[in-house]
């Protein structure tokens, strides 16, 4: 028996009192080669249903499958990336089950070999590093896509009929498979989504994918466990499918943390099963009783030779790799002169990447943290979505900090144009004079504002007049309303002294 939507939760701090969270991330890496794992149809997001399919990635009789070689390369830099052993001799296997969307009934996978095992990748969550141990990283194929129509979930109980597009069955896929990470505690939904979000980094830095989460390029799926405290034990555990944000995997670990809790405690035991994520409701729902193993009848795939990656082949690769991620960072903080309060807002935000790509385009880092953990975070958060998916990119960022550097904006104007660039409205540039945000510098207006400012404001301008510069302030910010934010203060706060000092 599981639980329902209407089931209470236990509260995280009684959680943790109480339990110790086990987790475990599976992550599917949709790989961007030319043509899909083992035919020569092309390996590319969308297109009209079931067009960009053949005899073989539709399991028709007599067709037969060929290993794509840069999906292989890309599964090796993987593995080395992640620290892994690369596998002497392994091979493919059928993983046999039904289901609608996979037209052999069968997947080409690997089982028992591997290509990579036994890696590593350590992971900063404020300040204190978690090892997250990789067991193994192995080549598979993609399911095409089902669509159930009708009914009120999307889901195919209660739809009317289901559509199969099978497009995407056979593009390469790499699944990246974390052995449990205890101790984590109170941090570990944070420690998930520092995982998935730095793995998503490594697999741009690498080039094998584009890594989007919206399209799938990128899923991640969550197993959670928990067991009495200090028990030292693993619980039965559960995995949530397909949660495709990095906020997402935090609070779907989060939730079943709360939700195994109150199975518990009401008596009941905790049935494993793969569980459906709503990002509307923060909630899980019960999908299918979880299969082991044995349940999929795996055997070595007779139409495939075996694989034997020689280790000249592998040292090339290895020399192909990116910056160690843990490297990088400690180098970009020593360069940028950040702090360690600033470095690890950075990374926690998920916005590092975005950071050196503002600081490549020509900004200070100081600037560039300044717009993407100030105003990017805080519109990121207030729309629901990761920093990453905003519709603003580091280009735009560094052309409106350029503006502000040149004099032709300010930081309340800038924000404006922030306001075009998500509605649309072009570029930085193109915004700035469709909207007429450009910072007023003339002095003939300067002047004559200012002048108003001091009329209006006689007794602030007699405190100048005494020597109270500081009292400046007040007829500066009078000038700005004035001119609705568009004035150069620097020069507003020169003519004031010149007429009231000099």
């Known amino acids: 028996m599981t639980t329902t939507n209407a ?10 009192e109480r339990f110790d969270p086990a987790l475990g991330l599976e992550v599917h890496v949709e790989l961007n080669t030319a043509t899909k794992m083992f035919c020569g149809c092309p390996a590319v997001f969308g297109g009209e249903p079931n067009t960009h399919v053949c005899p073989t990635c539709l399991g028709l009789p007599g067709s037969m499958p060929a290993v794509n070689r840069v999906a292989v390369e890309s599964a090796i830099r993987i593995g080395l990336a992640l620290n892994c052993e690369i596998a002497a001799w392994c091979r493919f296997a059928r993983k046999n089950y039904f289901y609608p969307d996979m037209p052999k009934n069968f997947q080409t996978s690997q089982y028992d070999e591997p290509i990579a095992f036994e890696g590593f990748m350590d992971v900063d969550v404020d300040g204190e590093t978690f090892r997250v141990e990789i067991e193994r ?121 709360q939700r195994h809790a109150a199975v518990l405690d009401s008596g009941r035991s905790i049935l494993q099963e793969t569980r459906h994520w709503h990002e509307d409701t923060g909630m899980t729902t019960s999908g299918r009783e979880k299969s082991d193993a044995d349940d999929y009848r795996y055997f070595p795939e007779p139409d495939l030779v075996p694989m034997a990656p020689s280790r000249e082949w592998i040292e090339e690769l290895r020399a192909t790799l990116p910056e160690n991620p843990t490297e990088k960072r400690a180098r970009l903080q020593a360069e940028w002169g950040f702090s360690d309060l600033d470095m690890r807002d950075a990374v926690g935000a998920g916005a590092l990447a975005l950071i050196e790509q503002t600081v490549a385009a020509g900004t200070a880092p100081q600037a560039a943290r300044k717009w993407w953990l100030g105003e990017m975070a805080r519109r990121a958060n207030d729309e629901g979505v990761e920093i ?22 300010n930081d309340k104007l800038a924000r ?31 002047s004559a504002a200012v002048d108003t400012a001091i009329a209006a404001n006689p007794d602030v301008a007699d405190k100048i007049r005494e020597g109270k510069l500081n009292a400046a302030g007040a007829l500066i910010g009078a000038v700005m309303k004035q001119m609705q ?11 004031i002294l010149e007429k009231l000092t000099g």
């Open 7 to 16: 089931d209470a939760l236990v509260p995280l701090e009684e959680v943790l």
């Open 137 to 257: 990283a192995h080549m598979e194929e993609d399911t095409g896509k089902s669509t159930h129509v009708g009914g009120a979930t999307g889901r195919i109980h209660g739809a009317d009929y289901s559509l199969v597009d099978y497009n995407r069955a056979g593009i390469p896929l790499i699944e990246i498979v974390t052995k449990p990470i205890t101790g984590a505690g109170a941090k570990a939904p944070a420690v998930a989504r520092a995982y998935v979000s730095q793995l998503r980094d490594l697999i741009l830095a690498l080039g094998v994918s584009e890594a989007r989460m919206d399209q799938g390029n990128l899923r991640a799926d969550v197993n959670l466990s928990l067991a009495p405290k200090g028990s030292e034990v693993l619980g039965t555990r559960t995995e949530t499918k397909n949660v495709n944000s990095f906020r997402s995997v935090e609070r779907a670990v989060r939730y079943e943390m």
């Open 388 to 409: 990453t998916d905003l519709a603003v990119t580091p280009s735009h960022v560094a052309a409106v900090q350029a503006l502000v550097e040149d004099g032709k904006l």
């Open 416 to 446: 404006q144009v922030f306001d075009g660039i998500f509605a649309g409205e072009g570029t930085p540039e193109e915004i700035v004079a469709a909207r007429g945000l450009g910072i007023v510098s003339d002095d003939g207006a300067l």
């Open 485 to 495: 934010g568009q004035a150069d203060a620097g020069r507003v706060r020169e003519l």
